[in-house]
């Protein structure tokens, strides 16, 4: 049995287990087994986001289920190059998911444009337009980098104060629009 | 047939049908037909009787290009001119065909061919985006690659990109700081891809 910081304590006995621990760890814990990504890519790294959601990676093992709408996702997955046209779509997508929401930017051309950097078309990274929390090298990543990416998002999860940030009493991620400036229809 | 005897068939047919022969250009085919020439020769059609040489060269049964292989555009900044270019070819002769046109760069507009062969219609549009050839006749010149309110046509040589595009800059010196994300302006309030000056949607259908 041990403890570190906020993560509950979880015990397995003959008669059912249970779990001990500050409320916010047990919410993380549901949280980082849930995070469900919007089935979304724009240049061929989509391919291997679609091979990590198969049965050979598996992707569902760890909770990282697709979504086909924003609206029920948590993570957007930037699996692709960007063009100015498509960054509109982007951040669209990105304002339709609900709070907290998580952005991985894939491979090399999500990251900083990649190979496409020279074009006039190609948006030069992700995070000029969203806000990105990891990245992910690779043209394109494996499967594996994938999914150790999203691992990595899983512990950022598993550190959020995000009961006091749900109660106000810590102010969520900084966010780049303030309300009222967009979305007002 | 050698390439040269083809050549010169297609430019007799289409003399026949326009009235006035169009020249030859680029590499001359060897005549015997034995080295390889540097590249395709072409015909060079007065950019008035551009629509008019290309339904002939589909019509004419002799001739029969009845597929668009390409349509595409050069810059010449040096000689005041932009070309178009159109590859053809003939699944009736087997035979392919290299169609050219100079527009002057100033202003450059040319006949559509889009009711000649259907596949020119992208291809027209792309001209218009990163050319800025503009298509008389086509029946729905909007860009094809970039957003509308892209400024100018980016394949012309002389095009400087802008050091951003509604707010998000187009060099990546550093990652964006909230506060120049909040200043992006690229999502417009209203509707998604309609710049705010209430100009065109850009074609997206909407989200
Ligand atoms: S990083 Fe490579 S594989 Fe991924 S979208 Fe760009 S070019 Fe394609």
New binding site residues.
């Given amino acids: 049995m041990s403890a570190a910081g906020d993560r509950p304590i979880i015990e397995a006995g003959p008669e059912g287990g249970f779990a001990l621990g500050p409320l916010d760890g047990l919410l993380n814990l549901a949280r980082k087994h849930s995070l469900w990504y919007l089935l979304f890519g ?7 986001l679609m091979q990590t959601g198969g049965p050979r990676a598996d992707a569902d093992r760890f909770g990282f289920l697709f979504r086909p709408t924003p609206r029920q996702a948590d993570v957007l997955i930037l ?3 960007i063009t100015y046209r498509m960054a509109s779509r982007i951040r669209r997508l990105h304002e339709q998911m609900a709070e907290p929401r998580y952005v991985i930017a ?6 900083t444009g ?3 950097q020279g074009s006039y078309s190609v948006v030069k990274g992700g995070d000029l337009i969203v806000p990105v929390d990891v990245y992910i090298p ?4 494996r499967p594996e980098a994938l999914l150790e990416g999203l691992m990595l998002l899983q512990q950022k999860v598993e550190r959020e104060p995000y009961l006091r940030k749900i109660r106000g009493e810590l102010p969520l991620p900084a966010d780049p629009w303030p309300a009222g400036k967009e979305c007002k229809e | 047939m050698s390439p040269a005897e083809e050549l010169a068939t297609c430019q007799a047919a289409l003399a026949g049908a326009l009235g006035e022969a169009p020249t030859v250009g680029g590499a001359a085919p060897d005549p015997a037909g034995a080295a390889a020439p540097a590249g395709d020769a072409w015909l060079e059609v007065p950019a008035a009787r551009w629509r008019e040489a290309c339904r002939a060269a589909r019509d004419l049964p002799e001739l029969g290009f009845d597929f668009l292989r390409s349509l595409a555009g050069v810059d010449r900044p040096e000689a005041g001119r932009i070309d178009v270019v159109a590859h053809l070819f003939s699944y009736r002769h087997r035979r392919a065909l290299v169609l050219r046109t100079s527009l002057e760069r100033a202003a450059p507009e040319l006949d559509s061919v889009a009711q000649v062969w259907p596949a020119a219609d992208w291809h027209e549009r792309e001209l218009w985006d990163l050319l800025g050839v503009r298509l008389r006749g086509h029946p729905d010149l909007r860009r094809l690659l970039l957003p509308e309110d892209w400024p100018g046509h980016p394949l012309r040589k002389d095009w400087q990109e802008p050091a951003e595009y509604r707010g998000i800059p187009t060099r990546r010196e550093a990652r964006a700081t909230a506060g120049e994300l909040a200043k992006q302006t690229y999502l417009a309030p209203r509707g998604l891809g309609r710049d705010p000056a209430g100009g065109q949607p850009d074609g997206g259908g909407g989200a």
Wanted: glycine share 18%; charged share 5%; with cysteine.
């Fill in positions: 724009t240049a061929c790294c989509a391919i291997e699996a692709g190059t894939m491979g090399s051309c999500a990251n990649g190979l496409f690779g043209c394109p990543p």
